[in-house]
T-cell receptor, first 118, second 109 residues
Framework: DTGVSQNPRHKITKRGQNVTFRCDPISEHNRLYWYRQTLGQGPEFLTYFQNEAQLEKSRLLSDRFSAERPKGSFSTLEIQRTEQGDSAMYLC????????????????FGQGTRLTVV | DAKTTQPTSMDCAEGRAANLPCNHSTISGNEYVYWYRQIHSQGPQYIIHGLKNNETNEMASLIITEDRKSSTLILPHATLRDTAVYYCIVTSGTYKYIFGTGTRLKVLA
């Protein structure tokens, strides 16, 4: 399977615990994105990597959230001291720069990790 | 990135064409129109994108008006598996898509 892979698919955790999600992008893609989606809403941008560099973080990404992409391959998203409001689907996507300057090709999304904080 | 406006929901009979409109009246010259869909509990799936010319692929057709202020996604022969939320996104090709709440398409048997 050459698509974007996310693990785990589902995670239930108690409030206050730390959780970590993993994303494996499509192998040739140097750009990786994290989004969050709550019920009934469209996905919201969280952060973006180009290779190993984290180039932008949304204001939605509080201090309890941290994302890494060591060596520019897979990425992890960690949430510390989870709160019930963190319950959501966390989506990862990847893309490759398009052949024309300034335009990306389309981003491909994984199936997401559904987090439930109880 | 430009804001888009889509109807909240639409129904379509199975086998008929589904025409999903999107308004993007503030689109600028270097911005593309992208369409994604999301089937329940799955990640968004890319459908098609375009700049100013009409585009067609194996999934759908994209019709962009001459002034580029609106577009229509056409699923030529809708099936039950096309039931999903469809998102219209306008972007200059930067890394950050701004999703709205999309159009919930229900294909009826």
């Amino acid at each position: 399977d050459t698509g974007v892979s996310q693990n785990p698919r589902h995670k239930i955790t108690k409030r206050g615990q730390n959780v970590t999600f993993r994303c494996d992008p499509i192998s040739e893609h140097n750009r990786l994105y994290w989004y969050r989606q709550t019920l009934g809403q469209g996905p919201e941008f969280l952060t973006y990597f180009q290779n190993e560099a984290q180039l932008e973080k949304s204001r939605l990404l509080s201090d309890r959230f941290s994302a890494e992409r060591p060596k520019g391959s897979f990425s992890t998203l960690e949430i510390q001291r989870t709160e019930q409001g963190d319950s959501a689907m966390y989506l990862c996507a990847s893309s490759d720069p398009g052949e024309f300057a300034g335009r990306d090709t389309e981003a491909f999304f994984g199936q997401g990790t559904r987090l439930t904080v109880v | 990135d430009a804001k888009t406006t889509q109807p909240t929901s639409m129904d379509c009979a199975e086998g008929r064409a589904a025409n999903l409109p999107c308004n993007h009246s503030t689109i600028s010259g270097n911005e593309y129109v992208y369409w994604y869909r999301q089937i329940h509990s799955q990640g968004p799936q890319y459908i098609i994108h375009g700049l100013k010319n009409n585009e067609t692929n194996e999934m759908a057709s994209l019709i962009i008006t001459e002034d580029r202020k609106s577009s229509t996604l056409i699923l030529p022969h809708a099936t039950l598996r096309d039931t999903a939320v469809y998102y219209c996104i306008v972007t200059s090709g930067t890394y950050k898509y701004i999703f709205g709440t999309g159009t919930r398409l229900k294909v009826l048997a």
